[in-house]
């Protein structure tokens, strides 16, 4: 599942901390089972968004490191990497490190979404998906409602 837009999260963030009368109505079409009682739910999507707007630019770091380095390797010369591409290197390092923190830190906030909120992500289906999907549902309702 692709993950939401980085902008669209943030909207997300910015209307769950206000009580803006259409999320409400979305996370009640969404979330049945919370049967009115949208605060919880409310609450708990700030820190999942969060995450997830942290490994959203996660994966973009990575995309843009490794597109210059692929462009300075094309043209090295064979041998003894220069200081440029050995930079490159590091940042790469550095770079996946912190995608794998933003991954990590996105699994933890779902099992705190998934236990706050009161929704259980199906049985065949891993929670982090479960959550991007769901996160990308509510953002389509409000941006259609």
Known sequence: MQ????????????????????????????????????APLRAALVPLAQAQIALVQATLDIGLVADELRRYQKYAAPGKPSLQIVQLRK???AVKQASLIARQGYAQATHAFLRDSGLTAPARRVPTDFTTAWLGKVVAAVAAG
């Open 3 to 38: 993950a939401v837009s980085s902008s669209a999260l943030t909207d997300l963030i910015d209307r769950a901390e206000r009580a803006d009368p259409a999320l409400d109505a979305a996370l009640n079409a969404l979330a049945p089972s919370v049967a009115g009682n949208v």
């Open 91 to 93: 940042q790469q390092a």
